[in-house]
């Protein structure tokens, strides 16, 4: 794979490996604050009103819409001039992403199916955390095939797709007519905008701005704005606006490294934190931890890895090239890793503070033993023919 998006795939896969890093850091770094004597001040700081919201408002409602922004741009760049353009590319990553989001969304159910208000949690195992899991990967250097790179962080874009869908339709309260015209009305401003070939990002973001303060008072989840804003960015065809200069690379350029290195460490460092204090067994083994556990870990690796083996059986697909099945497997293992949308849906799902406590120990258990065995298996597993 040679041209622009060839090394467009490898900074993005750098930087979010660098991220992917520094995330686990900084979610260490959270839970240690949050069981020493700082907990009292790590709480009150994140609870501290500023302006109309609490600081850790801004931070999941505010920040969280930039890093919406990016993954709505790398979803149109991916499915307009990106490795999903095709549907002889789309059809393994979108059917794997379907069968790792499907399963443990039944595993999570079945887990907690005798406890009264927990089904609304459904979706938290559903999605892959895109930094977590190519940090992983980062680790095993030239152990994973970049074919099998490529199938991750394709699978990981149509998850993010489907989590801001379900985000979207099943986390939206009431919805405010007048203010979603409004949100209607912006974005057909940036539609004429693009259609007028405008390039400066200028008044897109503008734009992109003032849809975020309508969506928000819609009733619609604010963060979804980003993912909106994007669909109307301009991106032209390969051969001509497609390359790095078109508006739609420029600004996913100039996102990556502030999303990557401060926005996701940010929302880790604010939501990773919580105390162990009394949390014992019986804790860790309730349904709702243990459901997004067994979510992420079982239903995460059964879904994809029986959706691509079907793939190849049926012929639908082939196998990423280059990998064998036991790092199709370990591939599979690390799509568990759900860590920061998994948290962002369970803050949408729950707001009682215990029930999010246990929230954030199913998505820590989860994601940490499907990254230990993944990675354990990588590092084993021999290359393809042995050599």
Known sequence: MTGPDSSILRRFLQSEASGGILLMATAAAAM??????????????????????????????????????????????????GHLSKWSDRALPMLAAAGGMAVPALVYLFVTRETDGLARGWAIPSATDIAFAI???????????????????????????GAVAIIAVAYTANIHGLALLGAILVMAAMYFLNRAKVANLAPYLALAALLWVIVLLSGVHATIAGVLAAAMIPIGPPSKEGGETSPLHRLEHALQPWVAYAIVPIFGFANAGVSFTGIGMEQVLAP???????????????????????????????????????????IALLCGIG??????????????PALLDEVKIGVLGGSVVSAFVGYALLRIAPPPNGT
């Open 32 to 81: 240690i604050v949050a069981n020493s004597p700082l907990a009292g001040a790590y709480f009150e700081t994140l609870h501290l009103p500023v302006g109309p919201m609490s600081l850790l408002h801004w931070i999941n409602d505010g920040l969280m819409a930039i890093f919406f922004l990016l993954v709505g741009l790398e979803v149109k760049r991916e499915f307009v001039v």
């Open 135 to 161: 940090g992983v990967v980062a680790l095993l250097g030239n152990r994973v095939p970049i074919a099998l790179k490529l199938f991750l962080t394709t699978v990981a874009v149509v998850d993010d797709m």
């Open 339 to 352: 860590f920061t949308m998994s948290l962002f849906i369970g803050g949408l799902a729950f707001s009682d």
């Open 288 to 330: 709702l931890p243990l459901g997004i556990a067994a979510g992420l870990f079982l239903g995460k690796q059964i879904g994809i890895f029986i959706t691509v083996a079907l793939c190849a059986v049926f012929k639908i697909a082939k196998k990423p090239e280059g990998s064998t099945w036991i790092q199709i497997y370990g």
